[in-house]
């Protein structure tokens, strides 16, 4: 909101037996609006925050749910899914192994909505049901050590680079 409180979002998982729980909750929003929530391969910040010179994609995205801000900007949302440690998809089509997407962000549903922070609403972002979306809102930082997101909670060192131990 312009003039107003920085808009933040607080991300708890909790681990289950056969899936995990996200709750999502974010303030100081535009009041009646709609974002999409993702878990993804990529970060565009750095673990400081700072964006990511070398950032070139999200990498493997998968779409969550949609979220909505109520009157006074706020929203709340809750999903059960495999996400930590071991969330991955693959494609043996396009030769692609299994790409484990440790970070979570949302964007903007409406790329309209974003205009008025600079955003080209005729040149959308795919995040989003209709694959038309507007950019990214807010997005997790990789840990410093490991480079990994935050959906990692055990991380391994396998020749000279950290990955997710997949066998928590």
């Known amino acids: 909101m312009q003039g ?6 607080t991300v708890t998982v909790v681990r289950g037996i056969l899936a995990d729980t996200l709750t999502i909750s974010g303030k100081n929003f535009q009041p ?9 391969q990529r970060s565009e910040l750095l673990s400081n ?3 990511d010179p070398n950032f070139t994609n999200f990498g493997q ?5 949609d979220l909505q801000t109520d009157a006074y900007g706020n929203f ?3 999903i059960q899914t495999i996400l930590l440690d071991q969330i991955f998809g693959f494609d043996p089509d396009v030769s692609l ?20 922070c600079g955003f080209n609403p005729n040149n959308p972002t795919p995040f989003n049901g209709q694959h038309k979306a507007g950019p990214n809102v807010l997005i997790s930082v990789p840990n410093g050590t490991t480079n990994l997101g ?13 990955v997710c131990n997949i066998n928590q």
């Open 4 to 9: 107003g409180a920085t808009p933040t979002a």
């Open 32 to 40: 009646n609006l709609g974002f999409d929530l993702f878990t993804i």
């Open 49 to 51: 925050g700072q964006l």
């Open 61 to 65: 995205a998968w779409y969550q749910t």
């Open 76 to 78: 709340t949302g809750t």
């Open 97 to 116: 192994a299994p790409t484990q997407a440790l970070h979570v962000g949302i964007w903007f549903d409406n790329p309209s909505t974003a205009a008025a």
């Open 150 to 162: 935050p959906l990692c909670t055990a991380a391994l060192k396998q020749n000279g680079t950290y």
